[in-house]
């Protein structure tokens, strides 16, 4: 590859899976599995795939193809790249008066996370190199994998589907009711085999005292991590309160946006597992720079990841080129917009996750399955 690369069209796609049974969160409910898709194409014919983060609020989906096709797509044809981060540094200082303006500053920084990541997909493919192999030369073909979207009071069915498919390591979402959950989760661990590890996700749903009786009541329980049990923009001062109390790991990351409160949680050793989700903030260039910084900090890293089998692929990718003994984030729930692009059961094996073999991500094309149940498309060029 010779010379920059010239980005020559953009096009974005919503989906929208309907699901029989929806997704609980403590913050709200899925009712439909949401899903934007972007494929970045340059002026050799180039191109790469890269997904944007369309779960909340509920009519988020649509919205990010508009704001790519009017707002935040045209601005990339006016840089040549010979690096694929640096269309990220690029479109977030050029777009940061209009987010601040606007108030959308998450819309905002997932459209370019979707960019960055296409980007990213397309240098590699024009290399000949898998994406994980173009950020990483040594890095591993599998990564390890957990099993997560597990509401607690389905958790013994919902795992023992993930059991055959061959997962060991799950996470539960808790943060509905305090007492359920913690009958419930002591009932996990007293039925789970010794190879088995449980993690626990609150979803923010706790303050701190609420957050400070499940660390008490579970500390002869040995959870992998408890994830956000408190909101992630509370103070310093209650993370260290909980922090110091709690006899597990604290995780979190997905909720961070940006370089500085990567640093300042990583620096002040508040969280022990990093989470940050690649389709919200960051796509590969912020997670992988976050990542690498995690291991320099002896803190696991964790890609946080709910959503299609775009941006799953790509947590994949990006775990295996930061190494490190950390989990790729696999939701068991059913998902077309994930399942499309290949079947959990098949990626996972004895070594976790399996990685793409081709160049880039792997994906050269939507499944044509899909086409129903897109709702919105936009192309810029």
């Known amino acids: 590859m010779t010379g920059p690369i010239h980005i020559a069209r953009i096009n974005a796609y919503s989906f929208r899976s309907p699901i029989t049974e929806p997704i609980k969160t403590s913050f709200g409910t899925m009712h ?37 096709a009017r707002d935040i797509g045209p601005l990339a044809f006016e840089y040549p790249l010979n690096h694929p981060s640096e269309l990220f540094y690029a479109l977030t200082e050029r777009t940061h008066i209009v ?11 997932q459209v370019i996370a979707g960019l960055d990541i296409a980007v990213w997909d397309l240098f590699a493919r024009k290399s000949g190199k898998t994406l994980r192999r173009f950020m990483n030369n040594t890095a591993a073909d599998d990564v390890p994998a957990y099993a997560s979207g597990i509401h607690i009071n389905e958790a013994n069915t919902l795992i023992e589907k993930a059991r055959q498919i061959g997962f060991t390591n799950f996470k539960v979402k808790v943060g509905f009711n305090l007492e359920v959950d913690l009958t419930q ?21 706790w303050d701190v005292e609420d957050a400070l009786k499940f660390t008490s009541q579970t500390a002869t329980v040995p959870l992998a991590w408890l994830e956000e049990p408190i909101p992630a923009d509370s103070s310093a001062y209650d993370w260290r309160k909980l922090n110091k109390a ?17 640093e300042a949680a990583m620096k002040s050793a508040l969280l022990q597992v990093v989470q940050p989700d690649i389709i919200k903030w960051g796509g590969l260039t912020g997670s992988l720079a976050v990542g690498k910084k995690a291991l320099t900090h002896g803190l696991l890293y964790c890609p946080h990841f709910l959503g299609g089998g775009i941006g799953l692929q790509a ?27 290949g079947a959990t059961s098949s990626c996972i094996g004895r ?31």
Do not use: M
Request: glycine share 10%; net charge negative; proline share 6%.
């Open 315 to 341: 947590s994949a990718n990006l775990l295996s080129a930061v190494g490190g003994d950390g989990l790729l984030e696999v939701d068991v729930n059913p998902n077309p917009l994930r399942d499309g692009f």
């Open 99 to 109: 987010a601040l303006q606007s108030g959308e500053w998450g819309p905002f920084r």
């Open 185 to 205: 989760l002591h009932r996990l661990f007293e039925e789970k085999s010794n190879d088995e590890t449980i993690a626990a996700d609150a979803n923010q749903a």
């Open 246 to 262: 709690c006899p597990y790991p604290l995780a979190g990351g997905e909720n961070i946006v940006d370089f500085r409160g990567f």
């Open 32 to 68: 439909d599995r949401p899903a934007v898709f972007v494929r970045v194409e340059d002026t050799d014919g180039a191109f790469g795939w890269g997904e944007v983060f369309a779960n909340w609020p509920s009519a988020a989906a649509e919205h990010r193809v508009n704001l790519l």
């Open 351 to 381: 070594q976790g996750w399996t990685c793409n073999k081709d160049p880039g991500l792997g994906i050269t094309l939507l499944p044509e399955e899909l086409n129903t149940l897109r709702t919105h498309d936009a192309e810029v060029s």
